[in-house]
């Protein structure tokens, strides 16, 4: 197998640790809210958390469309990669609401629309990650992730809108509506910043693990066509010339 | 659609009709499994009249949701891959096989939900609410149920944790049928209009029936 110049990139592991060092900074130098206290910090990586599981579950539902459209298998790896990201990303905005929960709302979790829904996400690409694993035939995998993955894409905009269709103690959005946001513009540009960082972190994730996925997919053709050891190989065959 | 369609989406139909006639695995098996797990609630949470009443049509749609996911991948677990190859090679449309698939489901689901219903009304003590919408929810909540479970058991074919996996794609994805089912006869019971509920699950029906559809035929490929 040869070495490719994207195997030994390290500009993505740069722009990783950047974002994370800048989010930190940027949401330890902002004020405190003025009701939260130090708790609101939780909110600068809560919130960029929360809009990377839309973001990566958006670009696995285009590019799981484009697979079923070009069957190109880089699509495929796309899919594959930012599904893996949101399924992460997902999980840390819960994790982080249930930290911030506990002291603000008295409970780890609540029957809130949004909180149910996001869980129920998080199962949902869940499952498109087990059903990626039941097939190693990559034309066949790829296909049938693909389905999947523009099924779910269903849940994206019925999790967003669930504070405002349902009234429930999860705050109704706070960036992406209509109308302008309302909080204070220092804490709005940090969580702006948290934004573009942590966006900017998932284009850097991205890169490598469609890298990964690249060299996954390579050993499995390389398994799947050589040409193994054959059965009686050792076996050798009698000297008949000799009439042993 | 074309008459071929139609014919082709009927036979497939009445092949796993008979199918379940012949094994009675919804009969015999779930339905009584679904009822005593309605037996099983109250047994778990307490017997207190008012609070049975209150929790009986909740239970009867998770109920309902969760064993119905059972009776629609029903042909996962019995469907070989020797037999779906046979299908295939019969040059039906996978479309129209995917159609009667999932009508049979439907109308197994149906009676599923009707028997499964009276078996809440008897334990629960449950005064059933909108008589007129109560029809159309039952029958979306099937459809809606049935078509998924059909997408989902295609996806997953001949995978080696089928029955495992189809379950956990399934039950996540059926939320907007629970949200719809439950939230329409509830906003009755409070004297709302349930409309909106029913305009969700019918959307709900419409995309999975198209998704079904479309990815019928690259499905039967992969297969």
Redesign the interface.
């Known amino acids: 197998m040869t070495t490719t110049q994207h195997e030994t990139t390290v500009w993505p592991w740069i722009v990783m640790a950047a974002a994370g060092l800048l989010t930190f900074v940027a949401s330890m130098s902002v004020s405190p809210d003025v009701v939260q206290g130090q708790l609101s910090r939780i909110m600068y990586v809560h919130v960029p958390a929360a809009w990377l599981a839309y973001l990566a579950f958006g670009v696995t539902m285009v590019a799981s469309g484009m697979y079923?459209w070009k069957k190109d298998l880089k699509w495929d790896r796309r899919a594959l990669a930012s599904a893996e990201i949101g399924v992460v990303f997902t999980g840390l905005a819960i994790a982080l609401g249930m930290v911030w929960a506990k002291p603000t709302w008295g409970v780890w979790w609540t029957w809130d629309s949004r909180l149910t829904?996001t869980a129920?996400?998080f199962?949902?690409y869940?499952?498109y990650l087990?059903?990626r694993r039941?097939?190693d035939?990559l034309?066949?995998r790829a296909?049938?992730a693909a389905?999947?993955g523009?099924?779910?894409a269903?849940?994206i905009p019925?999790v967003h809108f669930s504070v405002v269709w349902w009234r429930g103690l999860h705050q109704a959005p706070s960036l992406i509506r209509p109308e302008p946001p309302e909080m204070d513009t220092a804490i709005l540009l940090t969580l702006l910043l948290a934004v573009a960082a942590f966006t900017a972190m998932y284009v850097a994730m991205m890169f490598k693990r469609i890298e990964l996925a690249r060299l996954d997919d390579r050993v499995l053709v390389a398994e799947q066509t050589s040409s193994g050891p054959v059965a009686g190989e050792a076996v050798t065959a009698p000297d008949i010339a000799r009439g042993s | 659609m074309s008459t071929g369609f139609l014919h082709q989406s009927s036979t497939i139909t009445r092949r796993d009709l008979l199918r379940e006639r012949r094994s009675g695995e919804v009969l015999w098996v779930t339905l009584p499994f679904g009822a005593i797990a309605l037996l099983l609630v109250p047994l778990a949470i307490g017997t207190d009249a008012p609070t049975l009443q209150r929790i009986g049509p909740g239970m009867f749609w998770v109920i309902v949701m969760l064993f119905g996911v059972l009776i629609a991948i029903r042909q996962t677990n019995s469907e070989t891959t020797a037999q779906r190859d046979l299908v295939a090679l019969t040059g039906l449309d996978p479309a129209a096989i995917y159609v009667g698939k999932a009508f049979a489901s439907f109308l197994l689901l149906l009676v599923f939900e009707v028997v499964l219903g009276a078996v809440t009304i008897a334990l629960y003590d449950v005064s059933p609410s909108g008589w007129l919408v109560l029809p159309f929810v039952l029958v979306l909540a099937a459809a809606g149920l049935s078509l998924l479970g059909t997408l989902a058991a295609g996806i997953v074919a001949t995978g080696q944790s089928a029955t495992a996996l189809v379950p956990l794609l399934v039950a996540p994805l059926s939320v907007p049928l629970l949200l719809g089912a439950t939230q329409a006869l509830e906003a009755i019971r409070l004297g709302r209009s349930s409309l909106s509920w029913v305009l969700l699950m019918t959307i709900v029906v419409l995309l999975l029936a198209v998704a079904g559809v479309l990815s019928a035929r690259p499905l039967q490929e992969t297969a």
Do not use: C, N, P, Y
Request: no cysteine; hydrophobic share 70%.
């Open positions: 079923l829904l129920i996400m199962f949902v869940l499952g087990a059903l039941t097939t035939a034309d066949v296909k049938r389905i999947l523009v099924v779910a269903v849940q019925l």
